[in-house]
């Protein structure tokens, strides 16, 4: 059975070492005190979500306070290619449930869509509140996926938005049904096209690729011509019309697999 994880801010598990205390406080600490139930002499993960992994030993409880003994200290890299979800703006909480799962699954960031389509629209106050709610599911996520990595919820984009953010990937993927060439095809293709190194690079080297996911009423013929038109290709991503909460996990996975990084 892995280590449960609990989030702390980025760099404050920058100055430990092996045989340190780091004492986990707030939020985080309650959870896992209240809980969770933690005691001492469990072992727990406490990472920042930027990477960083501290394993120790609780030696200490407290309400609101955990005190944890170093044991050990890693730090996990970015991944060379990192997966975006453009995940439309959905009825029913799909599209969050889209975005939890996808991140059980590895995505690295995710950004709200607004499709013409989408009967959930974000205005003023309550684009804030949602924005915070689906970074919220995001962090639940990743931490009930044990991730030293917290992906980025981006602000929520229109059309115009996710055309520049198509221009500037590396590879942008409409999962589309009318689609010709299969998702694998696509990522195969791209991977063949990179030179070698390119794609499982380090940070420095990172590369991006989106993959857009449409509202229940699917993404219009005018929205597919603009995005293609700003580089996007379309990919077909079985056999079967997946619903919008489906077909981003179920990309994410095979895009995981091809591109090595399971």
């Known amino acids: 059975m892995s280590n449960p994880v609990f989030f702390t801010a980025p760099g404050t598990l920058d100055q430990q070492v092996p045989g340190s205390v780091f004492v986990l406080e707030g939020g985080e600490a309650r959870h896992a005190v209240t809980v969770k139930r933690i005691a001492v002499g469990e072992t727990v993960d406490i990472a920042d979500g930027a990477g960083k992994r501290l394993t120790g030993a609780v030696t200490a409880v407290a309400p609101g306070q955990l005190t944890v003994e170093c044991m050990d200290l890693a730090e996990e890299p970015r991944p060379g290619t990192r997966l975006v979800l453009v995940q439309a703006l959905a009825k029913g909480d799909r599209d969050e449930l889209a975005a939890e799962t996808a991140t059980e699954l590895g995505i690295d960031a995710v950004i709200p869509w607004q499709a013409e389509r989408s009967i959930v629209r974000w205005k003023a106050e309550r684009a804030a509140k949602a924005h915070a709610k689906w970074q919220s599911v995001v962090t639940a996520a990743a931490k009930q996926a044990r991730r030293a990595w917290i992906p980025e919820v981006r602000a929520a984009v229109d059309g115009a938005g996710l055309q520049a953010a198509v221009a500037a990937a590396d590879l942008a993927v409409i999962l589309h049904e009318d689609a010709v060439r299969p998702l694998r095809l696509v990522l195969e293709s ?39 038109d700003a580089g996007a290709v379309t990919a077909l991503l079985g056999h079967h019309v997946l619903r919008s909460s489906t077909a981003g996990p179920a990309a994410t996975v095979l895009a995981s697999d091809i591109l090595g990084r399971w």
Not at 192 to 214: H, K, T, W, Y
């Open 190 to 228: 791209w991977l063949e096209s990179a030179q070698p190194g390119e794609v499982m690079a380090g940070d420095a080297g990172s590369r991006e690729v989106l993959l857009i996911v449409g509202p229940e009423g699917g993404i219009s013929p005018r929205e597919v011509t603009r995005l293609c």
